[in-house]
């Protein structure tokens, strides 16, 4: 499997190094023989929309998934930061959770925008893809914790930009396990390093935590970026361009390209201090 960035996130004691692959914005569309004409021509459409080098998404996923499986050793996880369906439909939902229960690799996923519907087919409340997507999102989309013994991977669903009173005091419980988080996130944290960038392609919109965010958002920005945090590393999607830059001083903040265009990152969990600069 080619990777297009590998990355290293340093731990403090960990007895073994882990490995873990970052994908996000899969944008397929799928379509079942029983669903209705119009269903499989809109996700013809799409399929073509999001056609790049005449690969379309859901070859490109089906691809990644059986690389994966041929890695040794395995990774340990791969995180899917959304966007991974194009549209809120449960011919979609249904493909996902076969393929993925389907792996011998764990795969931990939170919502993108494009699954809670948001896009399309205008579902205001981006909670409706929940039932659909739970088998496939630690029975809970909203906000998981998988925990790793000497780390924890935390999932939260920003992807409408929002944070609930739930999802905030869910996380601030987590802050205060003590043990380091990798964080996973549809929509990245606005931070100095992106949102230059960020404002020139899209806007505000593609950023949590931004000025014109809601109270719950900022706070929620505010927990992560904090000293106390434990936070140690943030993983997004969402932008359909890739970004690393911190969120915090000597804390990074990682965003992946779609999964149609190619990308993979490779994340390297580590205490060892090998290569590094005094
Ligand atoms: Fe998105």
Not at 25 to 39: F, K, L, Q, V
Not at 61 to 82: Q, R
Not at 83 to 93: L, Q
Not at 212 to 239: C, M, P, W, Y
Request: net charge negative.
């Amino acid at each position: 499997m080619n990777y297009t960035e590998d990355v290293v996130v340093r731990l403090p004691g960990l007895a073994r190094s882990y490995t873990f692959l970052h994908i996000s914005d899969a944008h397929i569309a799928y379509a079942r023989d029983c669903d209705s004409d119009a269903e499989k021509e809109f996700a013809a459409k799409q399929t073509e929309r999001w056609k790049l080098h005449a690969v379309a998404p859901i070859d490109a996923f089906t691809s990644f998934l059986s690389d994966a499986e041929t890695l040794s050793p395995k990774p340990d996880a791969v995180f899917m930061a959304g966007d991974c369906t194009d549209y809120y439909s449960e011919s979609n939902a249904i493909f996902m959770q076969k393929m993925l229960q389907k792996q011998s690799i764990e795969y931990l996923y939170v919502p993108g925008n494009h699954e809670g519907g948001s896009y399309t087919s205008h579902i205001p409340d981006i909670r409706a893809c929940y039932p659909l997507y739970a088998a496939v999102m630690q029975n809970a989309p909203a906000f998981w914790v998988r925990d790793f013994g000497a780390f924890l991977v935390v999932g939260v669903d920003d992807s409408d930009r929002n944070i609930t009173d739930g999802q905030l005091c869910k996380m601030q419980r987590v802050t205060e396990d003590g043990r380091p988080i990798l964080l996973l996130l549809h929509i990245p944290l606005c931070t100095p390093a992106n949102r230059e960038q960020i404002m020139q392609v899209w806007g505000p919109s593609f950023m949590l935590g931004a000025e014109d965010s809601t109270k719950n958002a900022q706070r929620f920005s505010e927990l992560v970026k904090a000293e106390n945090s434990h936070v140690a590393a943030i993983f997004a999607g969402h932008l359909h361009f890739a970004h690393t830059g911190e969120f915090a001083p000597g804390r990074m903040q990682y965003v992946s390209a779609p999964l149609f265009s190619g990308f993979i990152r490779h994340i390297t969990v580590t205490s060892d201090m090998a290569g590094t600069e005094d």
